[in-house]
């Protein structure tokens, strides 16, 4: 359960974090290079994240928000974008754990980004009450050819299609 809400965290740093309806700017389509580090308290238990790659385009980032936006038994409290930043407070339900989750996402320019989200647990959930996700996405060219917006690759070379695929041939 404790992975669910880190994977939460980080699909709603990484969608909400793109460009969202309060005015943030639309960052650049293409292949983007995710980097994350997760603190889990108590305990300050430090995890390198995997670092991997992600097709985007405009759609997909549409997409992946409106998704993230709309989490059964999560409230978005609030949402502000000012001075290059975007603030978000988020508070869900997860059976009998309360989730509440503030993020900050800073466009540093149209090819970067940098977030921070921190999450509590009550009660704590596996023993964690509290994490820290601090992620880094940079713009590093073209989609490789074949690939689909929503195409994550990790550094295995294994490949996530969490986009909308086009049927096969003859379809």
């Keep these: 359960m404790t992975k669910m809400l880190v994977s939460a965290a980080v699909v709603l740093s ?50 992946a928000r409106d998704l993230a936006k709309s989490v059964k038994g999560c409230s978005l409290l609030s949402e502000n ?11 869900c339900m997860v059976g009998a754990t309360v989730v509440d989750t503030e ?5 540093e320019s ?15 959930m596996n023993g964690v009450s509290e994490t820290t996700l601090v992620q880094d996405q940079e713009y590093t060219g073209s989609c490789p050819a074949g690939s689909q917006p929503g ?7 294994r490949v996530t299609h969490s986009g909308r695929r086009a049927p096969p041939p003859g379809r």
Excluded: M
């Excluded at 994350?36 to 108590?42: E, G, I, L, R, V």
């Excluded at 993020?103 to 466009?107: A, G, L, R, W």
């Design 81 to 91: 974008f000012k001075d290059g930043k975007y603030s978000t407070k988020l508070h």
């Design 14 to 63: 990484l969608t909400l974090g793109t460009a969202v309806a309060v005015d943030a700017p639309d960052v650049k389509e293409g292949l983007w290079e995710v980097h994350s580090q997760t603190t889990a308290n108590p305990g300050n238990r430090k995890s390198e994240g995997a670092t991997y790659t992600l097709c985007r385009d405009h759609a997909y980032d549409k997409a």
């Design 110 to 124: 149209d090819t970067s980004i940098h977030s921070e989200t921190h999450a509590t647990y009550t009660p704590a």
């Design 151 to 157: 195409d994550r690759t990790d550094e295995d070379g």
């Design 103 to 107: 993020s900050t996402i800073t466009f």
